[in-house]
């Protein structure tokens, strides 16, 4: 098991679901998963670079299996694209994050909330529509949600993303290019995408201090997203010297294990309230 984002629990080891066996059991363990709440949004906050005051919080998806422990979303979520599972779990995904800005909002927090969208989902005839269904229910604020979604799938089926993106758009929703720097996407597509904001990925950050190139690099995405009036988050700052550096090249907002790691709802509410006061 090896030590990652859930606060200091032990995660599950990737290694141990190679064989086929393991697969169906786990893909079992999960279709029941999601009928039995043990799947939980954590947390990480986001915060505004120069002042270092949350601005909204990502959610990630945890699993509390009750055998295996912690299980993180690199193994289920590729599980369960593969096996069809994916809709059902952003379906609940979708729910509990309305649910929980709600519960903010009640308590008079003003919480925005991103959350990942897999090219899998965006492929779905009715994601747009469940997202706005779900926002209307639970009386939700449509610009207090982002949906990040990642360079790569925003490069992979261009008119089905782009339509999926214009009506989130449409309905309020705000949208983030997620692992920014991985992908291809060309200045002209960049150009089309209704987003606001472009999350530089991790493995840039964790160069800043070795690499000029990947200072080079952040500098021009900073750029570039100042030239097409987007904002500039970067993911995965773990250091003092990263936070300086990425200041200092105007990046706006700041997440990473620097800050805070994933966490339950009710550790951010803490968190936030204590950054507040
Ligand atoms: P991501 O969207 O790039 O999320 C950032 C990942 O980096 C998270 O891992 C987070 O815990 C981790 N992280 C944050 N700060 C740091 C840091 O300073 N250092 C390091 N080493 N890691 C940091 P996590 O939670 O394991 O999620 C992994 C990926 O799984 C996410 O990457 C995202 O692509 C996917 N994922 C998570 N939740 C969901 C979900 O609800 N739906 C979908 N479709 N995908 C999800
Ligand atoms: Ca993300
Ligand atoms: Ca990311
Ligand atoms: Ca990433």
């Known amino acids: 098991a090896k030590r990652n984002g859930g606060g200091n629990q032990v995660m599950f080891d990737p290694r141990m679901v ?7 059991d786990l893909l079992r363990d999960l279709r029941r998963a999601i009928q039995h709440h043990e799947l939980e949004l954590y947390y990480q906050p986001k ?7 949350i601005t909204g919080a990502e959610a990630l ?3 509390h299996h009750p055998q295996r422990g912690m299980v993180g979303p690199h193994i289920f979520i590729p599980l369960a694209e593969k096996f069809g599972l994916i809709n059902a779990l ?16 009640d308590g008079g927090l003003r919480m925005r909330v991103a959350i990942n969208l897999s090219v899998h989902q965006l492929r779905q005839e009715d994601l747009v529509d469940r997202i706005v269904d779900a926002l209307h229910r639970h009386r939700v604020e449509p610009g207090l949600l982002t949906c990040e979604i990642t360079e790569s799938a925003a490069m992979e089926d261009t008119r089905t993303t782009l339509q999926v993106i214009e009506r989130l758009s449409a309905a309020g929703v705000h949208l983030s ?7 291809y996407s060309s200045l002209s597509y960049l150009r089309q995408l209704a987003a606001e904001e472009l999350k530089i990925d991790r493995s840039f950050v964790m160069d800043l201090e070795s690499s000029a190139d990947a200072r080079a690099i952040v500098d021009a995405v900073v750029k570039l997203a100042q030239a097409l009036g987007l904002k500039v988050v970067a993911e995965g700052v773990e250091t003092e010297a990263q936070q300086k550096i990425l200041r200092t090249l105007g990046c706006d907002e700041l997440q990473g294990f620097l800050f805070a790691k994933p966490m339950s709802a009710k550790a951010l509410t803490l968190w936030a309230i204590k950054d507040e006061g």
């Open 47 to 53: 915060v505004h670079a120069p002042s270092g005051q």
């Open 61 to 63: 998806m945890r699993w």
């Open 177 to 183: 290019i997620d692992d920014f720097g991985t992908g």
């Open 90 to 105: 952003g379906n609940w995904l979708i729910e509990d994050v309305c649910k929980q800005i709600r519960t903010w909002r």
């Open 18 to 24: 190679a064989g086929a066996r393991e697969q169906v």
